[in-house]
């Protein structure tokens, strides 16, 4: 028996498909937290089914970004799982806005346990999507677990790359991450302290004329009927400030080079975090690119021309290559 409320009704950042059927389900990580997904599955469908996990961006909700992904998937073929990570959403976990490398690359791997033991899946034809910080995330779990037959991140930021070094290695050297140390132990403290945990982050609001133009890229989703939501962290007051501690010395992409199955990498030209994309596929396949898609072996570069970060989290600026991914799904889950 499930422990979660789940809402019933539909309250989705996007509309509700024809052509795929909508039920909310539940699974358990390996730490016992009990995670809220909604599943989709083609219409008519019959016979044992390929399925796809998918989760991100880092703070968002199932009915964000990670719900349209996986509905679109559904109307071409795929039963898929559009989950809450453990301490976001509906899912389970105290405290509430909590991050970890670990727990949450143990989120997919739940998923995977769940869709295995599902009786209208096939559990030799399971591939998962990660977007935004949950691509780094994705990897991380390809890297681990052989289940996954395929891998898509999208739009992703390595989670440990940023806590480390800052964007753009702007805080890259020990004394900038010792601050970063020393802040942190200091704001523990005060919670313990408090009994509370302090909050930090969300997109801002209101939108200062002189914010990068990126961040007021996550304004015009996070903070619009376009892509606001109540249950999420990034449309409303971000994550607590304690919450990415671990992630400064827990690299997600220790692993990534010995990832055997395929991966696919999909990012925006113009996307400030395009570099993490480029980061990755340099850890799986030792080629550095810079700006232009590439492919080496069973994994793959695909950079969206004019595309930026967010373009990528709806269908508002057309450019998700859902054909791209359906392809790639097909081939590598048969």
Not at 21 to 50: Q, W
Not at 188 to 205: C, M, Q, S
Not at 259 to 273: C, D, F, W, Y
Request: charged share 25%; net charge negative.
């Amino acid at each position: 028996m499930s422990t979660l409320n789940l809402t019933q009704e539909w309250d989705k950042t996007f509309p509700k498909s024809e052509l795929a059927n909508h039920c909310k389900v539940t699974f358990h990580n390996r730490y016992g937290i009990e995670l809220a997904a909604d599943m989709y599955v083609p219409k008519d469908a019959s016979g044992k089914l390929p399925a796809i996990a998918v989760c991100g961006p880092f703070g968002a909700v199932k009915e964000q970004s990670s719900g349209l992904y996986a509905q679109h998937m559904a109307e071409r073929g795929f039963l898929t799982l559009a989950f809450d990570p453990s301490f976001t959403g509906e899912s389970g976990g105290e405290p509430r806005r909590m991050a970890s490398p670990d727990i949450n690359t143990e989120d997919f791997l739940a998923a995977v346990d769940f869709l295995s033991t599902c009786p209208q899946v096939d559990p030799e034809r399971i591939g998962i999507i990660g977007i935004c910080g949950f691509g780094g995330m994705a990897v991380n779990a390809a890297a681990l677990d052989p289940r996954i037959k395929a891998t898509v991140a999208s739009t992703m930021y390595d989670m440990s790359k940023v806590n480390v070094e800052g964007y753009f290695a702007s805080e890259d050297t020990p004394a900038q991450r010792q601050e970063k140390r020393r802040a942190l132990a200091a704001q523990r403290t005060k919670d313990y302290a408090a009994g509370t945990y302090g909050r930090a982050g969300g997109v801002v609001d209101p939108l200062p004329e002189d914010a990068p133009w990126f961040v007021k890229d996550y304004h015009a989703y996070y903070k619009t009927p376009r892509g606001y939501h109540k249950r999420s962290g990034n449309s409303n007051d971000g994550w607590n400030i304690i919450g990415c501690q671990s992630f400064l010395n827990q690299p997600l992409l220790a692993w990534a080079g010995e990832i055997e199955t395929p991966v696919l990498l999909i990012h925006g030209e113009k996307a400030h975090s395009r570099y993490f994309s480029e980061y990755a596929f340099e850890r799986m396949t030792g080629k550095h690119v810079a700006g232009e898609s590439a492919r080496e072996g069973n994994k793959e570069l695909l950079i969206i021309p004019g595309a930026s970060h967010v373009d990528l989290y709806d269908d508002v600026a057309g450019v998700i290559p859902f054909d791209k991914m359906e392809r790639f799904f097909q081939t590598n889950l048969k």
